[in-house]
C-alpha cells in the first residue's frame, strides 16, 4: 500500500511529466492565465524567438492591470504612459493567437484571480500559472496555483509545461467559530503576524481545520491570496461541498457526466488520514480580533484595539531594525493606539478583498451613514461580473450616498503604476501589500479587511465596524 | 540564458530583511514593451531623491558599490511581486550574484533566468563577509564560483561553500535554453499527454476562434 500523501502531493504527482535530474520536475501546467503588464511581455517574446504557442485552448488573457478604472473608460486608456501598448499588444496577440480573451469591456472582465474561479478557470486539481504573485488566490477552489515570472510564462506558452522545484508541505489549521465581525483576512493577516513574512518559504501551504471548512469560498479565496505575503509560493484549501457547489455550472468547468467525474476525482485527492506535513501551524480563531498593519511589511500587524508594538519586540535585531524604518516610514509611534489614526483614503479594491461578499459587508457598515468630510473613500469591484451584481443588489447607492467613488473593475490603486493620486497620504486599505510606496511615493499603507476599512472611512480613522454588522 | 561561471568584484552590502520587489523596482517603471531599461531604475525610490538627484546615503551611490557586481542582503529577498524586471534591473546595474539567507520563490526562479545567480548561505556568513567588505571601505573582492560553489573573501580569508539546484546550476554553466532543453522532451509530453487526457479530458480546454485580421483601436 502506498504512503498517505498531502493533496499537494497527489495534484504535483498527477501532474509530473518527468523528473529533470534530481531537483526539478518538468510539469504539465493546465492552465496559463496572462494579463497585459507581463502576459504582453511573454507573448512578445515567443514571438521573437520564432515559436508559437503549444496549446492556446489552455491559455487565457485578462485586461486589468494597467486598464483605467473610470467608468466609461476607452479600450487602450491608463494611467500608464505605457498602458495602451501593452493592453493593445496583448488584445492583438490574443486575437492572433486564438487565446481565450477577457477585454476591457467584457462582461466577464475582471482581476485575473477574480476571474478564473468565476469562469470555471481554476478548477481543483488542475495547476495554474499567471506572471502575478497573487496567482495562489486561486487556491481557494482548490487549484495548485502559483506566480511566474515573464520567461517561465514563455517556457508554459511553449510547451504548457514548466520545471519547478518541488516544495515542502505544510498545514495551516484555523480551529474554533470565527468572531463576529472578523473575516478571512484577519485570519490570514494574524496567520502572517504569527510565522512571519518569510514563515513560508519552500512550502506548499494547506490550509485545514473547522474554520476553514464553514469558511465560504470567497473567503478561501481572501486566505489564499495572501499566502505569497508569508512568502508561500502556494496555498490552497482541498475541494469540498461547498466548492463543487461554487464552480457548478461555470462557463470552463465540465458539465453533465464529465462534471460528476471530475468530482469524484477532485474527491479522490483530498489530502488522506496520516499524510506527512514538514510544518503545521494551528490558530484558534475563536479570540482573534480585526488585524490591521502599522508597518511595510505583512507581518507588522495586530489588532486594531492593539497600541503598535516597539521595535524592542521583534523576534531579532534585523526584524528590529526594519520596524523602526517602518514606524519612521509610516509616522507611527510605539506604543500609541492604533485606532484613532487619521487617515486620508479608504480603499476598497484587489483581487484579496473586492468580490461580492467583500462589497456586502462594507456596504452593510456604510448603509445610512456618510464617509468623514475631507477622506478620499474609493471602491473598485475586483471584476465587472461583481460590478453588476453589487448594482443589481443596490449597493452602488450605497457606496456613493456614503461618499465613495464607484469605479469599473481593474487592479487599479493596489500598486502605484503611475497615478500618484495616494501619494504622501495614508490608506487604509483592502489590498495585500502594504510596501513602502506600493501604492504610490511615500503612501503610508494599512491593510485591513473591507468591514475595518468602511468603519474607517466613516470614523475618518483607524475604526472598526460595530460588531453586529459583521 | 545567459551564462554564469564566476565572478569577483565589488560587493555591497544591504543588510535588511524582506527587501521586495517593489523596493528593487517600483511598479510605475514596469511598464514598456522593451526588454531592457530598467537597470537605471533599479531600487529608484531608494536611490534617488524626490527631485531625480541621487540620494548620497544610499550605498549604490557610494564609490566603489557603485560598480558593484554581488549583493549581501539579508533574509527573504526579492519577496513579494512576480515582476521579472526586478532580476533585470540587478542584472542591468551591473550586478551578476545576490547572497542571502533566502529568497522569495518566484524571484528566485527568475533570477536564473537573467543571468543572475542567488546564492544561499547562513545570516552569520553573509554578514562576515559584509564586514569584511566595509573594513576594506568596499575594495575587498568577493569572488562567487559556480563551478566550486564557492564563495571566497581571500583578504580576509573567508571561503564558504554554497549548493545550488543541480539542473539550475548546470543550465547557468552552460547557457542552455531551458525552451529548446524541453522541446527534445516533446514524445515524451506527448505520451504523457495522451494518457492524461483519459484520466482528465476536463483539463484540455479547446482553443477559443482565431481572428487572423484583428481590428484596430484607437
Known amino acids: ?156 506558452l511553449a510547451t504548457q509545461t514548466l520545471a519547478q522545484a518541488k516544495p515542502k508541505n505544510m498545514r495551516v489549521r484555523f480551529e474554533g467559530v470565527i468572531p463576529a465581525g472578523v473575516y478571512a483576512k484577519d485570519l490570514v493577516l494574524a496567520l502572517i503576524g504569527r510565522v512571519g513574512a518569510n514563515g513560508g518559504i519552500g512550502y506548499a501551504v494547506e490550509f485545514a481545520g473547522s474554520a476553514i471548512a464553514q469558511l465560504p469560498i470567497e473567503g478561501r479565496l481572501t486566505l489564499c491570496n495572501m499566502a505569497v505575503e508569508f512568502s508561500a509560493k502556494y496555498g490552497f484549501v482541498p475541494p469540498d461541498a461547498l466548492t463543487f457547489e461554487y464552480l457548478h455550472g461555470k462557463a470552463y468547468a465540465p458539465q453533465g457526466a464529465a462534471w460528476d467525474d471530475a468530482v469524484a476525482y477532485w474527491r479522490s485527492l483530498c489530502t488522506d488520514p496520516g499524510a506527512h506535513f514538514d510544518a503545521e501551524v494551528l490558530i484558534d480563531v475563536s479570540a482573534l480580533a480585526p488585524q490591521v498593519t502599522w508597518g511595510t511589511s505583512p507581518q507588522h500587524v495586530c489588532a486594531a484595539h492593539d497600541q503598535v508594538p516597539a521595535p524592542a519586540d521583534e523576534r531579532d535585531d534585523e526584524a528590529r531594525a526594519e520596524a523602526q524604518k517602518a514606524l519612521d516610514y509610516m509616522q507611527l509611534k510605539a506604543g500609541q493606539s492604533l485606532r484613532g489614526v487619521p487617515i486620508d483614503v479608504a480603499y476598497i479594491g484587489s483581487c484579496t478583498n473586492a468580490r461580492l461578499s467583500d462589497l456586502r459587508v462594507a456596504a452593510q457598515v456604510l448603509k445610512g451613514h456618510k464617509v468623514k468630510p475631507g477622506v478620499q ?59 513602502k510606496g506600493r501604492q504610490g511615493p511615500q503612501t503610508r499603507t494599512h491593510l485591513a479587511s473591507p468591514a475595518t476599512v468602511a468603519a474607517s472611512a466613516l470614523a475618518g480613522c483607524i475604526a472598526t465596524a460595530p460588531k453586529e454588522q459583521g | 540564458m545567459e551564462t554564469f561561471t564566476q565572478v569577483c568584484g565589488v560587493a555591497a552590502p544591504m543588510l535588511q530583511i524582506n527587501i521586495d520587489t517593489d523596493q528593487i ?30 540620494n548620497p546615503e544610499f550605498v549604490l551611490n557610494q564609490r566603489p558599490y557603485d560598480q558593484a557586481q ?82 571566497t573573501l581571500a583578504q580576509a580569508g573567508l571561503a564558504f561553500a554554497f549548493s545550488a539546484p543541480e539542473t539550475l546550476r548546470q543550465m547557468l554553466l552552460q547557457g542552455v535554453d531551458e525552451i529548446d532543453m524541453t522541446l527534445t522532451r516533446r514524445a515524451q509530453i506527448d505520451a504523457w499527454r495522451a494518457s492524461d487526457r483519459q484520466r482528465r479530458p476536463w483539463a484540455y480546454t479547446a482553443p477559443a476562434p482565431s481572428q487572423a485580421t484583428p481590428e484596430t483601436n484607437p
Open chain 1, 1 to 156: 500500500m502506498s504512503p498517505p500523501r498531502t493533496y499537494f502531493d497527489k495534484v504535483w504527482d498527477d501532474h509530473l511529466i518527468c523528473a529533470l535530474g534530481q531537483d526539478l520536475a518538468l510539469l504539465q501546467i493546465d492552465r496559463l492565465v496572462l494579463h497585459e503588464l507581463s502576459g504582453s511581455q511573454a507573448v512578445r517574446a515567443l514571438a521573437e524567438h520564432g515559436r508559437t504557442p503549444d496549446s492556446r485552448g489552455q491559455v487565457f488573457t485578462v485586461i486589468e492591470h494597467l486598464i483605467s478604472t473610470r467608468p466609461g473608460r476607452g479600450p487602450n486608456e491608463s494611467v500608464s504612459v505605457s498602458g495602451p501598448a501593452m493592453i493593445d499588444g496583448t488584445r492583438q496577440a490574443s486575437r492572433t493567437y486564438g487565446f481565450h480573451f477577457i477585454d476591457h469591456d467584457d462582461p466577464r472582465q475582471g482581476i485575473a484571480h477574480v476571474v478564473a474561479p468565476e469562469l470555471g478557470i481554476a478548477l481543483p486539481g488542475t495547476t495554474l500559472v499567471c506572471c502575478d504573485s497573487h496567482t495562489c488566490t486561486v487556491g481557494g477552489v482548490g487549484a495548485l496555483a502559483w506566480g511566474i515570472g515573464a520567461s517561465e510564462a514563455e517556457h508554459v
Open chain 1, 377 to 435: 473613500a474609493i471602491c473598485v469591484p475586483g471584476s465587472t461580473p461583481v460590478k453588476l451584481a453589487a448594482e443589481a443588489e443596490g449597493l452602488d447607492r450605497i457606496f456613493i450616498d456614503a461618499g465613495f467613488e464607484w469605479h469599473a473593475s481593474a487592479c487599479g490603486f493596489c500598486g502605484h503604476i503611475g497615478d500618484d493620486r495616494l501619494a504622501n497620504l495614508r490608506v487604509i486599505s483592502t489590498t495585500n501589500r502594504n510596501f
Open chain 2, 25 to 54: 523596482i517600483p511598479a510605475r517603471y514596469l511598464g514598456g514593451t522593451d526588454a531592457k531599461g530598467y537597470g537605471a531604475h533599479l531600487f529608484a525610490n531608494a536611490r534617488f531623491l524626490a527631485d531625480g538627484q541621487p
Open chain 2, 70 to 151: 554581488v549583493l549581501l542582503a539579508d533574509r527573504n529577498f526579492g519577496c513579494g511581486s512576480s515582476r521579472e524586471r526586478a532580476p533585470k534591473a540587478l542584472r542591468e546595474f551591473g550586478f551578476r550574484c545576490v547572497i542571502a539567507p533566502s529568497f522569495g520563490g518566484i524571484f528566485f526562479n527568475n533570477c536564473f533566468r537573467n543571468g543572475l545567480l542567488p546564492v544561499m548561505l547562513p545570516i552569520e556568513q553573509v554578514r562576515q563577509l559584509a564586514d569584511a567588505v566595509q573594513q576594506s571601505d568596499g575594495r575587498a573582492p568577493v569572488a562567487v564560483d559556480l563551478h566550486s560553489q564557492t564563495v
